[in-house]
């Protein structure tokens, strides 16, 4: 069981953020009152926000938890004997 698969999280445990995020969230309004609420709220919310944007870029095909830009980064560092030329 792998949760980051293809540099998104898997689709299993998107929905169960999604899910968790929904029961604390609901959890806390209902038997909670005061400040342990609102902090259950704002947490809730946190973990349903996280859910939520890993699905949206699955469906934009974006790959938020990927390596690649370690990539981009060796594609600008400059060789040692280019840069006693400048």
């Known amino acids: 069981m792998k949760i980051i698969e293809n ?14 995020g929904i029961a604390i969230v609901a959890a806390s309004y209902q038997l909670l009152s005061g400040m342990p609420m609102f902090i259950g709220v704002i947490v809730g919310m946190v973990v349903l926000a996280t859910g939520t944007y890993a699905e949206r870029a699955n469906l934009l095909h974006l790959k938020p938890f990927d390596n ?11 060789k040692d004997d280019e840069q ?3």
Do not use: I, Q
């Not at 540099?7 to 968790?20: E, I, S, V």
């Not at 690649?68 to 400059?78: C, D, Q, T």
């Open 68 to 78: 690649s830009y370690k990539k981009a980064r060796k594609s600008y560092e400059v």
């Open 7 to 20: 540099g998104n999280f898997a689709p299993w445990f998107r929905m169960a953020l999604w899910a968790t």
């Open 84 to 86: 006693d030329k400048s």
